[in-house]
């Protein structure tokens, strides 16, 4: 019984354990891939996002660009040189900035290289352009859109110019877009703190002003100048920090634009879903844990009063079969006093014919003595009757404890001999030696009685014998009872361990018998098995191990 709190524990721990790996493991698989998959969805939204963004200011930039070249050429169209030497370029040049700030300059160069006219706030008139890389390319085409470079002004600038023929003489018209305005038409697309556009040449110098990169002219060391078709995102570690960046070359792969981002900053709703699916799975895990706690606690509480309502009914039904098994003896016990009894009146009556009013005569003395003798015979043959009895009936015990098996069944068989002496039964014996048991002594004596007392029923009136033997299998030992009595019907075999099932006159048996002697045989970790033939007699089996069972049975 010491080990029912640790028996209980280790089931409640189990349970636990088992409660909380079915919750858990689904809980943790299911929010796992579907955070998983969350994480690829929203990456992947991010960088298409990216690309979107990329893709739209490119579309965007290069539509500025034609629409300043568009621009140009139809002042060029509109105007005769002339118009624009005599103050046109002036009214043109107002015009056309309309108050936003997207030209520094414009002027008139001529096809020999010398600036014909000039408006804007550097000194330029009389420059002559004839070396320059733009007038030499202008020579071969009608327009032309610049990198950023320094000039005669010495700061960085971007030109559009457009040829203009007139016979078989040109003038070019030039103007320079205001760095500041260009590059807030290509910062347009800032996202967030750390997300910003801008433009990069083939050599990879910074067309445009950065707010984390480097000033206009200074390399940018961007790993990825080689001219490709659409839109690459990659990621690039600089210093601390992991950098998203999406880059398109504009068209004819002149500019390449270039967006960047902080990953932590583009990603950064993920990190927060991330954070929030951490705390949902640590919720649900503690109220996973807590109310398995709570159910399995209560489960082995219920376990527990179950056990113990069982064991009460269990001891309920094994002091009814006791009392059914003395009382299935007493007749024969009462039959077996009275000889004793029947010896002493005789033994009484004899004495007091001896005693007569003078005494006892001398030769009567020794008779006397001897019936004396012979009646306290009698009284011992009783009392180890009556002590056998009440032996018996004594309070059954569930301790395990070094058991004779073979002694014990020899006093089983002297407690029934009394009434199956009187039914003309005889026993027969074959036990094999066999060292003491670790086991129930009192178990084996309820389970022996009753099979004794349900042979010597099956042979009531006609006799018989029974036969006792024990004999070691391996790791149990095994215990035969068999008797020649009427047999059981083979209907009526599936159900004779059943509780409440009797095949005896009412008021003969309870139906308690057998049942009880099924569990006790299951609790010491044994069987009871039976065959039968009507007519020819049953065969009980009692199976006892030769070590207790394990505490997890």
């Known amino acids: 019984m010491g080990e029912a709190p640790n028996n209980y524990a280790r089931l409640h721990r189990r349970l636990l354990r088992a409660m909380l790996l079915t919750c858990l493991i689904p809980l943790f698989l299911v929010g796992g891939a579907g955070y998983l998959q969350f994480q690829r969805y929203a990456e992947s939204m991010v960088l298409d996002q990216q690309e979107r963004l990329v893709s739209n200011h490119r579309d965007f930039i290069e539509s500025f660009l034609q629409n300043r070249r568009a621009e140009l050429q139809a002042v060029a169209n509109r105007y005769t040189l002339d ?4 103050g046109e ?4 040049f107002r015009v056309i900035q309309q108050g936003s700030g997207i030209y520094t300059d414009i002027g008139i160069i001529d096809d020999t290289g010398r600036h014909l006219l000039y408006v804007g706030p550097y000194n330029l008139q009389g420059r002559n352009y004839r070396d320059a890389d733009w007038f030499k390319v202008l020579a071969q085409q009608d327009v032309y859109v610049s990198d950023l470079f320094m000039g005669y002004r010495a700061v960085p600038h971007f030109i559009i110019a457009v040829k203009r ?20 038409i290509v910062e347009r697309v800032r996202v967030g703190r750390t997300g910003e556009a801008f433009l990069l040449d083939r050599n990879g110098l910074h067309q445009t002003k950065t707010q984390f990169g480097g000033g206009l ?5 961007y790993p990825a100048l080689r001219p490709h078709a659409g839109i690459l995102s990659r990621e690039v570690k600089e210093r601390d920090r992991t950098v998203l960046y999406s880059d398109v070359w504009m068209a004819q792969d002149r500019w390449l634009l270039v967006f960047r981002q902080e990953k932590s900053e583009a990603f950064g709703p993920l990190y927060r879903a991330f954070w929030i699916w951490v705390a949902v799975t640590l919720a649900g895990l503690l109220g996973v844990s807590t109310a398995a706690l709570v159910i399995s606690r209560n489960l082995v509480r219920y376990v527990k009063r179950a056990d113990e309502e069982k064991e009460a009914l ?6 009814t079969s006791r009392l059914a098994a003395i009382g299935e003896m007493a007749a024969g016990v009462a039959h077996e006093i009275n000889n004793p009894l029947g010896i002493i009146e005789t033994l009484k009556t004899w004495i007091l014919d001896l005693v007569t009013p003078g005494g006892v005569r001398a030769e009567d003395v020794p008779e006397v003595i001897d019936s004396a003798r012979k009646i306290g015979d009698q009284v ?11 032996k018996f009936s004594r309070k059954v015990e569930t301790e395990q404890v070094s058991t004779d098996v073979n002694a014990l069944l020899q006093d ?7 009434r199956a002496r009187a039914e003309n039964i005889a026993f027969v014996t074959d036990l094999q030696e066999a060292p003491p048991l670790l086991t129930s002594p009192s178990k084996i004596q ?5 099979l004794l007392n349900n042979a010597v029923d099956s042979m009531e009136g006609r006799g018989g014998t029974i036969f006792l033997s024990s004999r070691i299998r391996g790791r149990v030992l095994k215990v035969t009872l068999r008797d020649t009595g009427c047999g059981i019907p083979p209907e009526n075999l599936p159900r004779i361990f059943e509780p409440f099932f009797t095949t005896k006159p009412v008021g003969k048996g309870t139906g308690l018998g057998l049942a009880v002697c099924y569990g006790l045989a299951h609790q010491m970790g044994g069987d009871l098995e039976v065959e039968s033939r009507v007519g020819e007699g049953t065969t009980f089996t009692l199976t006892i191990p030769l070590s207790p069972p394990s505490e997890g049975r």
């Open 314 to 319: 269990n001891r309920q039904l094994l002091a």
């Open 412 to 418: 089983m068989i002297e407690m029934i001999q009394h």
């Open 380 to 390: 011992e043959r009783c009392r180890r009757i009556t002590h056998d009895l009440l």
């Open 446 to 450: 309820q389970i022996l009685v009753n």
């Open 83 to 86: 118009q624009l030497l005599h």
């Open 89 to 92: 370029l002036e009214r043109v």
């Open 217 to 221: 002219l200074q390399p940018s060391n």
């Open 165 to 184: 023929q007139t016979g078989d003489r040109y003038y070019i018209l030039r103007a320079s877009l205001s760095t500041d305005y260009f590059s807030e």
